[in-house]
């Protein structure tokens, strides 16, 4: 069974840095393109970034580039999100998600909560 | 700047059938966008619905449909039922390794 348990989140004051982790199980890892998608408190979904399988290859919204970083770690089956220079605008639930062959995200964690205080 | 647009709310009577659209501030959608479905009660994670236009996703009752109408993705619900509330998400695969996901659309059954 694939499973995506993401950690990492919290309360941050503005400006200020958090690594965002997800744990992968039940396949295959470095076989999947892998995802970070967020979600403001009660606004829609937006996708952050995604990485290859193999990690050399990474893409991000442009709300979030120069100050988000997307990892991975193959050998422990863990995805990373590293977000710095924090602003309001930013808090959110972050979920992790592996998308399938054709593009589409197949996997949803339950996601892990980010508050930005100002 | 892309935006993928989707109605803010829909409402459907029980029984009804119901067609949610996704379409681009610029631009026609087809099947080169491969979009995508998501259903996402409160709290909980989305699930994905349909795929590559059209293709349900495991588990994904029968009753949901995926298909373009005219120059947008649509999602149909037919015969809707009490748990079909839920927001619904389009996201559409933009190239060069890009997804835009629609605003979402709240759909009532009432």
């Known amino acids: 069974e694939v499973q995506l348990v993401e950690s990492g989140g919290g309360l941050v004051q503005s400006g200020g840095s958090l690594r965002l982790s997800c744990a992968a199980s039940g396949f295959t890892f470095s076989d999947y393109w892998m995802h970070w998608v967020r979600q403001a408190p009660g606004k829609g979904l937006v996708w952050v970034s995604r990485i290859d399988g193999g990690g050399s290859s990474t893409t991000y919204a442009d709300s979030v580039k120069g100050r988000f970083s997307i990892t991975r770690d193959n050998a422990k089956n863990m995805l990373y999100l590293q977000v710095n220079s924090l602003r309001a605008e930013d808090t959110a639930i972050y979920y992790c998600?592996?998308?399938?062959?054709?593009?589409?995200?197949?996997?949803w964690g339950q996601g892990t909560l980010v508050t930005v205080s100002s | 700047q892309t935006v993928v647009t989707q109605e803010p709310s829909f409402s459907v009577s029980p029984g009804g059938t119901v067609t949610l659209t996704c379409g681009l501030n610029?631009?026609?959608?087809?099947?080169?966008?491969?979009p995508s479905w998501y259903q996402q009660t409160p709290g909980q994670a989305p699930r994905t619905l349909i795929y590559n236009t059209n293709t349900r996703s495991s588990g994904v009752p029968d009753r949901f449909s995926g298909s373009i109408l005219g120059n947008k993705a649509a999602l149909t619900i037919t015969g809707a039922q009490a748990d079909d509330e839920s927001d619904y998400y389009c996201?559409?695969?933009?190239?060069?390794?890009?997804?835009?996901f629609g605003g979402g659309t709240k759909l009532t059954v009432l």
């Open positions: 998600a592996r998308t399938n062959t054709g593009g589409y995200f197949a996997y």
């Open positions: 610029s631009g026609s959608v087809s099947t080169n966008y491969f």
């Open positions: 996201v559409l695969y933009m190239g060069s390794a890009i997804w835009v």
